[in-house]
C-alpha cells in the first residue's frame, strides 16, 4: 500500500517523529512547516493524507483545511490539535476532516488512525464502484431490443418502475430476460437505494423456505439459536424478487399472499407483526394459469399477482432483435475479454436468423461467446457458429435454412427424422444433452427432466461425453 502522507507541523519535533514512523509502517512521507509549503507540497507530492496542525505560523489549519478539502474531495485530512479543544475537532469534523489526535500524541495511536482512515476509503470506494457496476448492469440500455413486443415490454417496466407498484408479474420462457427486467424496474425506482434480493423459490428445499423469507426468533424450533432475519425483513424498503414462484410450495403460497394483502408478517416464533414495505416482483418460465388449472398453484394468489403483468416474448418471435442483440454482446464481450472481434458476417447473421432459439436470448449470448472465443479478432463467419450446442450451420456451407428442412433432429410433428445420409447417434445424444444443460443453465436436475432420464444417468453420459459443467454457469 504505496499510500502518499503528508504531515504539516511547525514543530520539528513533531514532523520529524512522524516522518520516521510513517515511513516506517511503508507510507511515502513528505513534511511541511508552514501553510505555504504546505499548499507546494499539496500540489507537487498529491497525497492520500494529510496530517494537519490546527496552529501554524502563517494560516489557520481549519482553513487550509477547507482548501485542500475543495481541491480534492476524496484526500484524507486528519487534524493534529494541541490542546484537548472538543469544540474545534468537532469543528474540523464538520469541515471535512477525517479525524483529529490530540498533542502529546502516540505515535501507535496515529499509525492506527491513519490506517483506519485508508481503509474506510477503500471500501467506501469498493462500495461506490460495486453500486455503479450494478447500476450499468441494470439500465434499459442494458435490456436490448428494438422490436415493437420489446417497446412494449420497456414501457411496462418503466411504467411499473415510476409508480412504484408494489406487485410485478414477468412471464416469460427460460432465457427471455425476466431477471434483466426485474432489475431494470427496481434500479429504475425510487427503491433503488434500497435492497433488491432474489430468492430462487425452485432451489430452496420446502422446510427452508418460510425460513428464509420471514425470518425466525431465537428458539423457534430445534436449531434455531439466534434470531434471523429474513429476506422481507433485509429488503425493507426495497425489492423482494422471487424468482419461479410457479415452484413455490402450495403450503407456502397462503403466507405470500398474506404478506401481500395485509403488508405485515411475522417471524417464525415471533409475536408482533413486522410491517413490510416491500415491492415484490414474481417471475415464472411456467404458464401460472394452467398450473392453477392442475391445482398446482393456488389462484387467489396467482389473481393477486397478475395486476401488473410482464410477459416477455420468445426470442423467436422477435426475430429482428437478434441483429441488435449480437452487436451488443460483441460490444461487451470485446470489453470485457479484451477481444478485437469487429462484427459478424451476413451468412452468419442469416443463420442466426434462421435457428428457433428455445434457449432464447441466453442461448444467443452463449452462441456469440463461443463464436467469438474461437475468433477473438476479426469478423465472426458462420464457421465460429459450428461449434455452439445450437449447431444450425451446416458443413455444405449453405447456411441453415429452417430447423424442420435441414436439422440433425427434426420435431415438426413431434417426429424424428433420420437424415438421408445417416447419423451418429451418440453426436445427436451428445448435442442434445448440451442444449438440455444449456438451457437450463447448467441445472442438472432441470435438464435431467426435459430429457425424461434420471438425474443419475444424466451424470454418468455427461461423464461420458466428459462435461464441464461449468461451461453453462453465466
Ligand atoms: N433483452 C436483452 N438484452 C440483453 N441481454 C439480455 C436480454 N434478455 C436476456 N439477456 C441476457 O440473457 C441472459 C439470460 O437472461 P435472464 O437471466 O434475465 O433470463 P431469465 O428469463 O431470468 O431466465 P430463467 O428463466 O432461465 O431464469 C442474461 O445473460 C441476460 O443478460
Ligand atoms: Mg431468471
Request: glycine share 6%; aromatic share 8%; proline share 3%.
Amino acid at each position: 500500500m504505496n499510500k502518499r502522507i503528508l504531515v504539516v507541523d511547525d514543530e520539528n519535533l513533531v514532523t520529524w517523529s512522524l516522518e520516521k514512523a510513517l515511513s516506517k509502517a511503508g507510507y511515502s512521507v513528505d513534511i511541511a512547516a508552514t501553510g505555504e509549503e504546505a499548499r507546494q507540497k499539496f500540489e507537487t507530492f498529491s497525497p492520500n493524507v494529510v496530517l494537519l496542525d490546527v496552529r501554524l505560523p502563517d494560516v489557520s489549519g481549519l482553513n487550509l483545511l477547507q482548501e485542500f478539502k475543495a481541491q480534492d474531495k476524496d484526500v484524507i485530512i486528519i487534524m493534529i490539535t494541541a490542546y484537548a479543544d472538543v469544540d474545534s475537532a468537532v469543528q474540523t469534523l464538520r469541515d471535512g476532516a477525517e479525524d483529529y489526535v490530540g498533542k502529546p500524541f502516540d505515535l501507535e495511536n496515529i499509525k492506527h488512525t491513519v490506517h483506519k482512515a485508508l481503509e474506510k476509503k477503500y471500501l467506501k470506494q469498493q462500495v461506490d464502484y460495486f453500486k455503479n457496476e450494478i447500476r450499468r448492469k441494470y439500465t434499459y440500455d442494458n435490456l436490448i431490443g428494438n422490436s415493437l413486443a420489446m417497446i412494449k415490454v420497456f414501457k411496462m417496466i418503466k411504467i411499473c418502475a415510476e409508480t412504484d407498484a408494489k406487485i410485478v408479474l414477468i412471464l416469460g420462457e427460460s432465457g427471455t430476460g425476466k431477471e434483466l427486467a426485474a432489475n431494470s424496474i427496481h434500479f429504475h425506482s425510487a427503491r433503488s437505494e434500497a435492497p433488491f434480493i432474489e430468492i430462487n423459490c425452485s432451489a430452496i428445499p420446502e422446510n427452508l423456505l418460510e425460513n428464509e423469507l420471514f425470518g425466525h426468533e431465537r428458539g423457534a424450533y430445534t436449531d434455531a439459536g439466534s434470531r434471523h432475519r429474513g429476506i422481507f425483513e433485509s429488503a425493507e424498503g426495497g425489492t423482494v424478487f422471487l424468482d419461479e414462484i410457479g415452484d413455490m410450495p402450495l403450503a407456502m403460497q397462503p403466507k405470500i399472499l398474506k404478506v401481500i394483502e395485509n403488508k405485515k408478517f411475522r417471524r417464525l416464533g415471533g409475536r408482533n407483526n413486522i410491517e413490510s414495505d416491500v415491492r415484490i416482483i414474481a417471475a415464472s418460465n411456467q404458464d401460472l394459469l394452467g398450473l392453477v388449472n392442475e391445482k398446482k398453484f393456488r389462484g387467489d394468489l396467482f389473481f393477486r399477482l397478475n395486476v401488473m403483468n410482464i410477459p416477455l416474448p420468445p426470442l423467436r418471435e422477435r426475430k429482428e432483435d437478434i441483429t441488435a442483440l449480437v452487436n451488443y454482446f460483441i460490444g461487451r464481450l470485446n470489453e470485457e475479454y479484451g477481444w478485437a472481434v469487429k462484427g459478424i458476417s451476413e451468412r452468419a447473421l442469416n443463420c442466426l436468423m434462421n435457428y428457433n432459439w428455445p434457449g432464447n436470448v441466453r442461448e444467443l449470448r452463449n452462441a456469440v461467446e463461443r463464436a467469438m472465443m474461437l475468433e477473438q479478432g476479426n469478423t465472426l463467419s458462420a464457421e465460429n457458429f459450428n461449434h455452439s450446442a445450437t449447431s444450425f450451420v451446416r458443413k455444405d456451407d449453405k447456411g441453415f435454412q429452417d430447423e424442420t428442412q435441414q436439422g440433425v433432429v427434426r420435431s415438426g410433428n413431434g417426429k424424428i427424422v433420420l437424415p438421408s445420409e445417416g447419423i451418429a447417434l451418440k453426436d445427436v445424444e451428445k448435442d442434445l444433452i448440451r442444449q438440455a444443460l444449456e438451457r437450463y443453465r447448467g441445472n442438472q436436475t432441470k435438464a435431467a427432466k426435459c430429457l425424461k432420464m434420471t438425474r443419475d444417468t444424466l451424470r454418468y453420459r455427461m461423464k461420458k461425453y466428459d462435461f464441464q459443467l461449468q461451461e453453462w454457469k453465466m
